[in-house]
């Protein structure tokens, strides 16, 4: 009889905060939260002075994207609990290396370039294999980045190699 009482509490599941798809939804939620109350003290720009949208709009508009898109995660963690893993995949570590090689790219030749490397590395090393698609990623992705802060945004990239063919 003691053996069965054990073997119940053994197989009760834990309370959803104490989970890891809890833990770690709630602390990106919450740095989140304490980000987006510190955007509300911005100072507003006077509309002569400002080129696109305000300061505080595009911050505001990440982390409630970011706090969307986590709630997105952690619902679908609830459904399809993750796997545990006892190392980190190799494609992990290409891609922290990937954004080393993209600070050093943005620094010494261009912005535009780097975006483009980046994308072009990390969508090979997470799977695709499939040429014509990785050249229209590392051409289309930077190209929507460029469109999407030049016009909507009203900000410039800084000088490179491409950016200054584009701005001259």
């Not at 919450?30 to 709009?57: C, E, H, K, M, Y």
């Not at 469109?147 to 990239?157: A, P, Q």
């Amino acid at each position: 009889m003691n053996n069965v009482q054990k073997q119940k509490r053994a197989n009760k599941s834990l309370p959803f905060f104490f989970k890891e798809e809890f833990k770690v939804s709630f602390i990106i939620i919450f740095v989140s939260i304490i980000l987006l109350i510190t955007t509300f003290t911005f100072d507003i720009v006077p509309p002569i002075l400002n080129r696109g949208i305000q300061p505080a709009t595009f911050p505001k508009a990440l982390l409630v994207l970011i706090i969307s898109l986590t709630v997105i995660i952690y619902y679908l963690s609830i459904k399809k609990p993750w796997k545990k893993e006892k190392k980190l995949p190799k494609e992990f570590y290409i891609t922290l290396l990937s954004f080393i090689l993209f600070i050093l790219i943005s620094k010494i030749l261009d912005f535009f370039l780097a975006i483009s490397c980046l994308s072009i590395i990390v969508s090979h090393y997470w799977g695709e294999k499939r040429i014509f698609y990785l050249l229209l990623i590392s051409l289309f992705f930077p190209l929507i980045v460029f469109i999407f802060f030049e016009t909507i945004l009203g900000l410039r990239f800084p000088p490179g190699i491409i950016t200054n063919i584009y701005y001259n």
